[in-house]
T-cell receptor, first 110, second 113 residues
């Protein structure tokens, strides 16, 4: 079993829709939770970073962490074609190395 | 501020040859990480430097891989001799302190023929 499970998609939605991306994890020792966005032929770009259960909002993006269920989510409101990318969840435990999900490929259709 | 820079962006070599990848972290970042993504799999950790010391090299696949960070600035990752299964995208990331977010370079796409 993988430490972090993420549906690879692909996920295709119309412009303006609310997008929900999710990851589950098995190790309760994970302390920090991140979402990265990766465009084709580019490196992962940090979107959201949180360490506690609850919601964190940044513009059109909301990260949600539920440590009791070992479940993290990223919501994108008013999705735009420029949001089309692969979204990666990444978790850290004390060792500081990131453990990634497989990434979900998202396409926003105009 | 310049981001994490990796060189080359793409390398194609034959099985048995040697390849060296380079990473220049963000200036002032003591922590430097190497990751790898092979086709169809998730990005996986290889190793972590704090300044010039290897903090964690638990992800290095085998002794054909050698990472160095002399002087605590840029880092190199050498693969010698390269095997077919080494193909993938190698990412470097850096952070100022260990529990701060890691910033990634655009990766080196390595193809072994």
């Amino acid at each position: 079993q993988k430490e972090v499970e993420q549906d690879p998609g692909p996920l295709s939605v119309p412009e303006g829709a609310i997008v929900s991306l999710n990851c589950t994890y098995s190790n309760s020792a994970f302390q920090y939770f991140m979402w990265y966005r990766q465009y084709s032929r580019k490196g992962p770009e940090l979107l959201m970073y949180t360490y506690s259960s609850g919601n964190k909002e940044d513009g059109r993006f909301t990260a949600q962490v539920d440590k009791s269920s070992k479940y993290i989510s990223l919501f994108i409101r008013d999705s735009q074609p420029s949001d089309s990318a692969t979204y990666l969840c990444a978790l850290i435990q004390g060792a500081q190395k990131l453990v990634f999900g497989q990434g979900t490929r998202l396409t926003i259709n105009p | 501020e310049a981001g994490v820079t990796q060189f080359p962006s793409h390398s194609v070599i034959e099985k048995g040859q040697t390849v060296t990848l380079r990473c220049d972290p963000i200036s002032g970042h003591d922590n430097l990480y190497w990751y790898r993504r092979v086709m169809g799999k998730e990005i996986k950790f290889l190793l972590h430097f704090v300044k010039e010391s290897k903090q964690d090299e638990s992800g290095m696949p085998n002794n054909r891989f050698l990472a160095e960070r002399t002087g605590g600035t840029y880092s190199t990752l050498k693969v010698q001799p390269a095997e077919l299964e080494d193909s993938g995208v190698y990412f470097c990331a850096s952070s100022q302190v260990g529990d701060q977010p890691q910033h990634f370079g655009d990766g080196t796409r390595l193809s072994i023929l």
